[in-house]
């Protein structure tokens, strides 16, 4: 789980660097430090292991005893306590001093410690909150010597699904998991117990291989004690206001400051106990973090008593004005974008999912409520929009759909409610066959929307099964304007004629009867036709706007859209936060959970390159009842199941990818073959795949990938001198992160292929075009292919042979140059490369990424 944090640790201590570790309570800093000390000592350094304890930090002299030094009778002060610490950590081999805990450790202790650091020069690697306030002993301490800082940040959505899978030993479902991580905030302390108590409570049960919830709460009596030693620290009035924000809700921080002083707000936000977002309605609000501290105290008798309490507050939020909407946009470009968008992974995921959740239960209740007491088309379709994005109540929504008045209903109204009425008899199973029919008895019932439903009815049949023919293409008529035009539009997208799903979006702001659709068409048009950075600012810009509108149903297609062109620029961390933001939220509604799926395939893909476990990927939580092949990247679920399954030989991947494609092509879902045909060109590039691709491209006049294909070409050909001329005069492009895939996915077919000269060559070929650009040699790598497996030593060694001599090895390493030798010579004879570049190549594309 920490294993990053612990390797930066490791990498600073060899350093003589030491260390301060910060996190909240719970975020897994005694964790990562006793991880450490035990690498450490394998290695045969002395550690010093000082804890600081709550109950001790007032006892003179506690922590430092703690190492139980030999002391002389009558000789215990704080300088001769230090002179006998001094005296061990002088002696022979390497010394490490690590603090657990720097803000329990008592006076005296840090006295000595401060004498200690004095004297010697070894680093010290300490853990303390992130946000706590140092006393000049405390900054005594901390401040002598060099001094890296690593901050632990709450866990993302991946990594809670892969720490459920290791607490109650299978993984959770996606909305299981959701919740987990909505719950403790990220804290990993929370994620365990909460895992832990609902197992213990049957609030999770196993459904399958994966864990489910059981019922719709994961709070229970078990939590109480954990809760407890988390707010263990706060003072009365603290706790008080945490009383009163459980009571409130998610609050406007001007509502919060009439009922809660504003230093005690301060003093919760300082101690990680309180969250504060932007609002486009209402501007700053502020929630409890982590959320499950909100379950804790409504599940106290006395809160559900406090009548004063509660009027209180109505009185409060009764005079509370309601403010303006604010409009503003973000810039259009990429790289403010981009920093936005890593500005934003310091705030709470949970919190944020949790706002959402608010929002929408709070929409539907009035809009349902609305509903019941006058069941027009209009009400109808203003609570069904929310179930495009939202999580979807299907009996709700079936209810809705069937007992509406269809009298004196608006044409766009009545029009909304009979899609949703089909795209809902696809979510329940019933198939694309019911939804059709839904909409041909509309037609019937209603000849003046014939058209409007046949559009319907292409885009429900395009989108779940295959294009129909290309008849449709000749009725410019119809393409004017409204849904005939984007429905149209979207088939273009789909048989990848981006630059005709560009011109089908031009105009028109009224509002469409599919919401988003014309901006999704936009947005991975402009993806499709090599347009990647433009594709990333209008994707990004539209995510930010629907984040700040708590419009999930356009949070999850801006994100879809943007994921696509972050991991086309080789941008992991940035797409990887921006994937479990969404999933976080936990599943959305019933219209895009495809797309909802298609990311935790992409997100899966990343983890086949790691060390987890096929069984703990996040792609297993994507529906299993999905088609193999469907109309956009990711959607089918063929084209991950043809990239991460092993492969014995390169020939049988050309072959199973080349038998997928083409039915890709079959059902005319072009863009789809396309970018399968790119993605297998790359990891494992191959005559037949790269024909197919080539042809593809040709037909429709796309030029953008020419560099790309050119380099293809001569790597499948094995004309390396053509491949160098190429390499040296190329000129940066969409492509350039997967040129550098395309040349390590040669690389290692080459080595199991056993050609060790076409190998050798491709590695040259490769460290040049790293060397012009550095950013596209840190590739993504499958273990699609088994190859004999080094030892830990051996990678150690051929991770460095690519740049160092024998000599800085053993030195860097702490062994001999013989030594090196012999391991690099195994892993030659094991690997069958050619040269120590050829080996340092051929390891870093088999190793996880970090």
Not at 288 to 314: C, E, N
Request: charge should be negative.
């Amino acid at each position: 789980m920490f294993d990053s944090e612990v390797q930066r640790i490791l990498d600073f201590v060899a350093r003589g660097i030491g260390v301060r570790v910060a996190g909240a309570p719970g975020s897994g800093k005694t964790t990562v430090v006793r991880s450490v000390v035990a690498n450490l000592r394998k290695t045969g350094v002395t550690v010093h292991f000082i804890s600081g304890m709550r109950t001790h930090r007032n006892i003179p002299y506690a922590a430092i005893k703690g190492l139980g030094l030999e002391m002389r009778p009558g000789r215990s002060g704080v300088l001769d306590i230090a002179d006998v610490f001094s005296s061990q950590l002088a002696s022979a081999g390497k010394h490490l001093l690590v603090v657990d805990d720097l803000h329990l450790v008592d006076n005296e202790s840090l006295a000595v410690l401060e004498a200690v650091r004095r004297r010697s020069d070894w680093p010290m690697v300490a853990t303390a909150p992130e946000t706590w306030a140092f006393s000049r002993g405390q900054l005594a301490v901390l401040n002598n010597g060099r001094e890296a800082h690593l901050q632990l940040d709450p866990l993302h959505y991946e990594q809670v699904h892969t720490l459920i899978a290791q607490v109650l030993g299978a993984p959770a479902d996606a909305e299981t998991t959701a919740r987990v991580l909505t719950k403790s905030g990220g804290n990993p302390r929370l994620i365990v117990r909460i895992a832990e108590t609902a197992s213990l409570s049957n609030l999770v049960a196993m459904q399958g291989e994966q864990w489910s919830m059981t019922t719709n709460t994961l709070w229970n009596e078990h939590l109480r004690g954990t809760l407890e030693a988390l707010l263990a620290e706060l003072g009365p009035e603290e706790f008080n206001a945490l009383h009163i924000m459980a009571i409130l809700g998610t609050a406007r921080i001007d509502v919060l400051q009439k009922v809660v002083h504003p230093d005690v707000l301060e003093s919760l936000e300082r101690r990680g106990f309180l969250s504060v977002l932007n609002d486009h309605h209402n501007g700053a609000i502020g929630a409890i973090t982590p959320p499950v501290i909100a379950d804790y105290f409504r599940g106290q008798k006395m809160l559900r008593d406090r009548h004063l309490l509660r009027s209180k507050i109505a009185g409060v939020l009764d005079a509370v004005p309601q403010t303006d909407r604010d409009t503003s946009t973000t810039a259009d470009c990429l790289t403010l974008v981009l920093a936005e968008l890593r500005l934003e992974k310091g705030d709470d995921d949970a919190v944020t999912a949790r706002h959402f959740h608010d929002h929408n239960a709070a929409r539907e209740r009035v809009r349902f409520e609305r509903w019941e007491s006058n069941k027009t088309a209009a009400n109808a379709a203003a609570l069904l929009r929310i179930y495009w994005g939202a999580p979807v109540d299907v009996q709700r929504a079936s209810r809705v759909c069937a007992e509406t008045m269809t009298s004196d209903a608006g044409s766009g109204d009545l029009l909304f409610v009979t899609i949703t009425k089909a795209m809902l008899a696809v979510h329940t199973g019933q198939g694309p066959g019911a939804a059709v029919e839904i909409l041909q008895k509309f037609a019937a019932d209603h000849p003046q929307h014939a058209a409007e439903a046949g559009d319907a009815i292409l885009f429900l049949s395009a989108s779940h099964g295959r294009v129909p023919s290309g008849s449709w293409l000749v009725e410019p008529e119809q393409q004017s304007s409204g849904v005939g035009k984007l429905v149209r539009g979207l088939i273009e997208l789909y048989r990848f004629r981006p630059a005709a799903a560009l011109e089908s979006t031009d105009g028109g702001d009224e509002e469409d009867t599919f919401p988003h659709l014309r901006p999704f068409i936009r947005g991975f048009a402009l993806f499709a036709e090599g347009r990647i950075e433009e594709s990333l600012v209008f994707a990004l810009d539209w995510r930010t706007e629907a984040r700040k509108n708590l419009d999930q149903f356009g949070v999850v297609t801006s994100s879809y859209i943007a994921a696509h062109g972050l991991l086309y620029r080789g941008q992991f961390e940035e797409a990887e936060y921006l994937m479990s933001s969404v999933f976080a939220m936990g599943r959305p509604g019933f219209v895009v959970d495809s797309l909802y799926d298609a990311m935790l395939r992409l997100a899966g893909l990343r983890h086949t390159a790691t060390a987890i476990s096929p069984a703990l990927s996040i792609a297993a939580q994507a529906r299993a009842e999905a088609p193999d092949v469907g109309p956009l990247p990711g959607i089918g679920k063929g084209a991950y199941q043809v990239i991460t399954n092993d492969s014995a030989k390169p020939s049988t991947f050309d072959r199973k990818a080349t038998k997928f494609i083409r039915r890709q092509l079959k059902s005319g879902y072009i863009l789809e073959a396309v970018m399968t045909a790119l993605v297998c060109t790359c990891l494992c590039p191959g005559r037949p795949v790269l024909d197919i691709l080539q042809r593809i491209l040709r037909e429709s006049g796309s030029t953008v990938h020419d560099q790309l294909i050119g380099i293809a070409n001569a790597v499948v050909e094995g004309d390396h001198k053509l491949l160098g001329l190429l390499l040296k005069h190329y000129e940066p492009d969409p492509d350039t992160y997967q040129v550098g895939m395309l040349l390590r996915g040669a690389l290692k077919r080459h080595v199991i292929d056993g050609d060790a000269a076409a190998a050798d060559a491709i590695a040259q070929a490769s460290s040049m075009f790293a060397v012009r650009f550095p950013s596209a040699n840190e590739q993504l790598s499958f273990n699609t292919f088994s190859t004999t497996p080094l030892t830990e030593r051996e990678i150690e060694v051929a991770m460095l042979a690519g740049h160092r001599s024998n000599v800085e090895i053993g030195e860097h390493l702490g062994i001999s140059a013989r030594t090196v030798e012999n391991h690099i010579s195994n892993a030659l004879r094991k690997t069958g490369a050619t040269s120590r570049n050829g080996l340092f190549m051929l390891v870093a594309t088999s190793l996880p990424l970090s």
